[in-house]
């Protein structure tokens, strides 16, 4: 019989597994390969859960499940936040030389610096022992959710920044085809100009 905090435990295990779940579909609509971590920590979540209720250390067990689903929050979060940082990557490598995206993009700076503190996060997370993962699971999802909201932002973005860039390229091909013509008619009326006086 399970006494009431082991009860209790038993709610927060449930709570944490239905929001890993909620994470994990989250990642899963990304890249369906970025679910094995979270999916193995739910694995053995669900591994101690069976341990506690044989009565085999219930307690001790019921806390490894806590800490796996937090990690499985974590994981499926943290996978999603590196698909994420590498799409943001590709956007800022393809418009690294372009002006027209502080344009289209209002406070582009200021999203740059949050990626950056983002990304940075991370990676000291990951440097971080791998069972403390689960103290930064709540960070982890709001990172990962702010940096939807980003990457969504930016692919957006993309359409309005191309047809900026279109008629850009168009203007300068017509101020160098502009130049060029004037080029040859000055040729043309200096060569007419020195064959009349020849």
């Known amino acids: 019989m399970l006494s009431k905090a082991q009860i209790k435990e038993l709610e927060e295990i449930v709570r944490l597994f239905e929001k890993a779940e909620k994470d994990l579909k989250k990642s899963e609509h990304l890249d ?15 591994y101690h859960i069976a341990k ?4 085999d250390n219930t307690d001790e067990n019921l806390k490894k499940a806590v800490g796996h689903c937090k990690r499985a929050i974590y994981d499926a979060n943290e996978s999603a936040i590196v698909f994420l940082l590498e799409r943001i990557a590709t956007f800022q490598n ?11 993009v209002l406070g582009y700076s200021k999203l740059k610096q949050e990626i950056l503190e983002i990304s940075e996060r991370i990676q000291h997370n990951k440097k971080q022992n791998r069972d403390s993962r689960d103290q930064y699971y709540e960070a982890c999802t709001n990172d990962c959710d702010r940096l939807k909201d980003i990457e969504s932002l930016l692919n957006i973005s993309r359409d309005e920044i191309n047809v900026l860039e279109a008629r850009d390229v168009k203007a300068t091909r017509r101020f160098i085809l502009g130049i060029l013509i004037s080029f040859i008619s000055l040729a043309l009326i200096a060569t007419n100009f020195f064959i009349s006086k020849a």
Do not use: F, H, M, Q
């Not at 369906?32 to 669900?46: Q, S, W």
């Not at 393809?94 to 995206?101: A, E, L, Q, R, W």
């Open 94 to 104: 393809d418009y690294s030389k372009s002006p027209n995206v502080s344009t289209i």
């Open 52 to 55: 506690a209720t044989s009565n």
């Open 32 to 46: 369906t390969k970025l679910t094995i971590p979270c999916i193995n920590e739910l694995r053995y979540a669900g």
